[in-house]
């Protein structure tokens, strides 16, 4: 399978046109090393997240009230009133049948931007399960007596530094209702993503409401372990285009995350600013809408191709003879590091896979939970002598680069199937 390169396109071309011949290795590399996701995508990892959440939900207090991640003016969500106690005294009361007012266009245009997209998603949700999801209500549907709400639920494209989604949190906490709720075990919080980078996410997992974070594909960093060759000649260009720029703050990314992503409806401003801002003779790579002619690089591909570009990408050589699946647990068992205990752990070994391989998080649940039924894992992730028996058989040592050769009669590892997770390992709790 070749892949295909932005660096090859007329826009990457015009883009590293902005470079002196010494840094344009570099800055090919850096764009190469680029994961692409597009609107469908995004769309796609948030309806999967969401419907694994509603599949969730059961009992008297199953609602779950769905805000679209973005930025407010206001210290606190909603409109609070003064209650006048017995006592004398009085007490801060949120109140209001409605959220924060929908998603307005930006600077008075017609384009909303990602939150667009959300809302429109959100609503969709909402249409698909009306008994669970509730979009953006206010304090008082909370204290439903039918039907009370016990989850807060954030959803958004894309948690880089993590700062928008703390201050979206931060502003529900300084609610004296809000933080009431929850020291009583009323409600929860949960913050979905269709992608994150590592330390965005974990960032986010820290805050004081432990939000239970769903991601659907971790995005890399330029100091991630899988970009270890290249790392030392990107800080190197991003080191050179700081001098020259001083008051730039962003040539990392916004708050350093030095995001390596674009999506085809716009390029955050956790990427590193050399891709998407205009400073002095440096061209963006585009902005808004990415050209037509990168759709085909946006197109994520069926899950075979998804995989084999994974397998590529780390420098292994797969058996296309072999099912998908298969190859999938082949992968995820030569990259497999550590152990992981309890849900946090297993979260963040999901991630960690999910960004060394680019692939989407589910896919990497179901690779570890088959291979533990399987017996291949045991349930804090450790290989079994099976698990090694499997990879010896395809001649992978996890000592070195995976190596799937293609031979005469393909050797069939493993009957596999779609699976549940071991309760053992299971991602989320159901809540009630």
């Given at each position: 399978?070749?892949?295909?390169?932005?660096?090859?396109?007329?826009?990457?071309?015009?883009?590293?046109?902005?470079?002196?011949?010494?840094?344009?290795?570099?800055?090919?590399?850096?764009?190469?090393?680029?994961?692409?996701?597009?609107?469908?995508?995004?769309?796609?990892?948030?309806?999967?997240?969401?419907?694994?959440?509603?599949?969730?939900?059961?009992?008297?207090?199953?609602?779950?009230?769905?805000?679209?991640?973005?930025?407010?003016?206001?210290?606190?969500?909603?409109?609070?009133?003064?209650?006048?106690?017995?006592?004398?005294?009085?007490?801060?009361?949120?109140?209001?049948?409605?959220?924060?007012?929908?998603?307005?266009?930006?600077?008075?245009?017609?384009?909303?931007?990602?939150?667009?997209?959300?809302?429109?998603?959100?609503?969709?949700?909402?249409?698909?399960?009306?008994?669970?999801?509730?979009?953006?209500?206010?304090?008082?549907?909370?204290?439903?007596?039918?039907?009370?709400?016990?989850?807060?639920?954030?959803?958004?494209?894309?948690?880089?530094?993590?700062?928008?989604?703390?201050?979206?949190?931060?502003?529900?906490?300084?609610?004296?209702?809000?933080?009431?709720?929850?020291?009583?075990?009323?409600?929860?919080?949960?913050?979905?993503?269709?992608?994150?980078?590592?330390?965005?996410?974990?960032?986010?997992?820290?805050?004081?409401?432990?939000?239970?974070?769903?991601?659907?594909?971790?995005?890399?960093?330029?100091?991630?372990?899988?970009?270890?060759?290249?790392?030392?000649?990107?800080e190197e260009l991003l080191g050179k285009f700081a001098e020259d720029h001083p008051d730039d703050e962003y040539v990392w990314g916004y708050e350093h995350s030095a995001a390596m992503v674009l999506f085809n409806?716009?390029?955050?401003?956790?990427?590193?600013?050399?891709?998407?801002?205009?400073?002095?003779?440096?061209?963006?790579?585009?902005?808004?809408?990415?050209?037509?002619?990168?759709?085909?690089?946006?197109?994520?591909?069926?899950?075979?191709?998804?995989?084999?570009?994974?397998?590529?990408?780390?420098?292994?050589?797969?058996?296309?003879?072999?099912?998908?699946?298969?190859?999938?647990?082949?992968?995820?068992?030569?990259?497999?590091?550590?152990?992981?205990?309890?849900?946090?752990?297993?979260?963040?070994?999901?991630?960690?896979?999910?960004?060394?391989?680019?692939?989407?998080?589910?896919?990497?649940?179901?690779?570890?939970?088959?291979?533990?039924?399987?017996?291949?894992?045991?349930?804090n992730g450790r290989l079994t002598d099976k698990g090694y028996d499997e990879l010896r058989a395809q001649s992978i040592s996890r000592e070195r680069d995976i190596v799937v050769p293609t031979t005469k009669k393909?050797?069939?590892?493993?009957?596999?199937?779609?699976?549940?997770?071991?309760?053992?390992?299971?991602?989320?709790?159901?809540?009630?």
């Amino acid at each position: 399978m070749k892949l295909l390169q932005l660096s090859k396109t007329d826009c990457g071309k015009a883009w590293l046109s902005n470079f002196d011949t010494a840094d344009r290795v570099a800055a090919r590399s850096l764009l190469d090393s680029l994961l692409l996701l597009n609107r469908d995508e995004v769309s796609e990892l948030i309806q999967e997240q969401l419907l694994t959440l509603a599949s969730e939900r059961s009992g008297k207090r199953k609602s779950v009230a769905l805000y679209a991640e973005r930025e407010f003016q206001e210290k606190q969500l909603f409109t609070t009133e003064q209650i006048k106690l017995p006592n004398g005294l009085t007490r801060e009361r949120a109140i209001g049948k409605k959220g924060p007012p929908s998603v307005q266009p930006i600077r008075g245009g017609r384009r909303v931007g990602s939150e667009g997209l959300i809302s429109s998603l959100i609503s969709q949700a909402v249409k698909k399960h009306s008994g669970i999801f509730i979009n953006t209500p206010g304090p008082d549907r909370f204290r439903s007596k039918h039907n009370p709400i016990s989850t807060i639920a954030i959803v958004t494209d894309f948690i880089g530094s993590g700062n928008r989604v703390l201050s979206m949190l931060d502003k529900l906490w300084n609610l004296r209702t809000i933080r009431s709720w929850h020291s009583t075990k009323l409600i929860d919080f949960v913050v979905i993503a269709a992608a994150a980078t590592s330390d965005g996410a974990a960032v986010v997992g820290s805050h004081i409401t432990h939000p239970d974070v769903r991601v659907g594909r971790t995005v890399p960093t330029l100091s991630s372990s899988k970009f270890d060759r290249h790392c030392s000649d990107w800080e190197e260009l991003l080191g050179k285009f700081a001098e020259d720029h001083p008051d730039d703050e962003y040539v990392w990314g916004y708050e350093h995350s030095a995001a390596m992503v674009l999506f085809n409806y716009g390029i955050p401003n956790n990427a590193p600013s050399i891709l998407w801002k205009a400073i002095g003779a440096i061209k963006p790579l585009y902005i808004g809408n990415a050209p037509a002619e990168l759709s085909p690089l946006f197109w994520s591909g069926s899950k075979r191709e998804q995989v084999e570009r994974a397998a590529q990408e780390r420098g292994h050589e797969l058996d296309s003879t072999i099912d998908v699946k298969e190859q999938m647990i082949l992968l995820v068992l030569q990259e497999l590091r550590g152990r992981f205990t309890h849900k946090k752990q297993l979260d963040k070994k999901v991630r960690e896979l999910s960004e060394r391989l680019s692939l989407p998080a589910n896919d990497i649940v179901e690779a570890l939970s088959v291979a533990y039924l399987k017996n291949l894992i045991e349930a804090n992730g450790r290989l079994t002598d099976k698990g090694y028996d499997e990879l010896r058989a395809q001649s992978i040592s996890r000592e070195r680069d995976i190596v799937v050769p293609t031979t005469k009669k393909p050797y069939y590892p493993i009957a596999l199937r779609a699976s549940k997770v071991p309760s053992s390992t299971h991602r989320s709790k159901e809540r009630s």
